[in-house]
């Protein structure tokens, strides 16, 4: 009777021991959620001493005993992952084992080089910058999709997305270029084409209106004039592009000797549009391109009130007026540069 007594205590408790190794709570105890990145390469070793010395994992034993049973410490999985308030061993493994991810956000704007994009979109990621922006210059890979290195950057539409933390470089930049396939659709692509531009060429233009005017209500007016120009086969004369050209982006007043750089962004001596974008565009410019403002503006400056806002003229003498007011007005305030 002792003995089976005995045998009765010990088989309870180690079953009792067992269940609670396998269905305890023994993730985040009295502590919120929490996201945890596992990285590319990462062991079940390292894993397991980050979550223990995060306090994430309560008692590190048991949980390892838990992914021994389960194959996971070698099956570890890079990625993103929640894990819940109370969660057992068990059911943490099973999540971690399975790869089961969240999506992490990523969002860019306000970008005008490719490093800067790369250095953007790539946060919450697995990618490195340096991958991405190798990718938007190799002339083999954009080709299979219509773009080439100076052109690349016109497939990006500015905004949030969701993605995975161990996506890849190709499978981001196929992602965003799907995006831009789905923004492009039938009815802008027609609006284009009454412009008889493509879809990156409004994109280039979009991003010399985005970049000449701060102002949002005055972009569609910007947008008129340049297609005015484009039509009658005009100079751009186009002052971000040459700031884009010299790569400066400081500069406040554009010189005669600026204007000469060579370069085949610089609208003051090549026709047409640049070979790409001088930035990323955002829906809001687009959007002023295909819903210009038709007016017989051939000519503008900024006004010399310097409220962000241009005067325009259809003639250049008119034009040639409203610039002196505004030389003056930058001499009055000394800038020269």
């Not at 990462?42 to 010395?53: G, W």
């Not at 590190?60 to 993103?80: H, I, M, R, T, W």
């Not at 490093?115 to 919450?124: C, D, G, P, Q």
Request: net charge neutral; glycine share 4%.
């Amino acid at each position: 009777m002792i003995v089976m007594v005995l045998f009765s205590v010990l088989l309870t408790t180690f079953t009792f021991y067992f269940y609670q190794m396998f269905k305890g709570a023994n993730i985040l105890l009295d502590k919120p959620d929490m996201a945890i990145t596992i990285e590319k390469g990462e062991t079940f070793s390292e894993l397991r001493a980050k979550l223990y010395d995060a306090q994430i994992v309560q008692e590190a034993v048991s949980f390892s005993f838990v992914a021994k049973v389960l194959d996971y410490q070698e099956a570890v999985k890079p990625g993103v992952y929640v894990l819940k308030s109370g969660m057992s061993n068990l059911d943490a493994v099973r999540m971690l084992r399975a790869g089961a991810q969240v999506p992490v956000r990523i969002t860019f704007n306000n970008v005008r080089l490719k490093n800067e994009l790369a250095e953007k979109i790539t946060v919450n990621t697995g990618v490195k910058p340096s991958e991405f922006e190798a990718l938007l210059s190799n002339e083999d890979f954009l080709a299979d999709y219509g773009l080439n290195a100076d052109n690349s950057m016109s497939v990006f539409i500015p905004d949030t997305y969701e993605v995975y933390w161990t996506i890849t470089p190709e499978e981001l930049f196929d992602k965003m270029h799907k995006a831009h396939e789905q923004f492009w659709n039938a009815g802008r692509r027609q609006k284009a084409q009454a412009l008889n531009l493509t879809p990156v060429e409004v994109s280039i233009l979009a991003s010399i209106v985005q970049a000449e005017t701060i102002m949002s209500d005055e972009r569609s007016k910007v947008a008129g004039l340049y297609l005015n120009r484009l039509r009658k086969n005009m100079y751009l004369q186009a002052d971000p592009t040459v700031k884009y050209a010299l790569g400066d982006f400081a500069i406040q007043r554009i010189l005669t000797k600026d204007t000469r750089v060579n370069s085949p962004y610089n609208t003051y001596v090549n026709r047409g549009l640049p070979p790409g974008p001088i930035n990323l565009a955002s829906i809001a410019s687009i959007q002023s391109v295909l819903d210009f403002q038709k007016h017989d503006y051939l000519y503008m400056c900024a006004k010399e009130d310097f409220s962000g806002y241009h005067s325009f003229a259809e003639t250049l003498s008119e034009h040639n007026r409203n610039a002196s007011k505004l030389h003056k007005a930058l001499n009055q305030r000394r800038i020269y540069r």
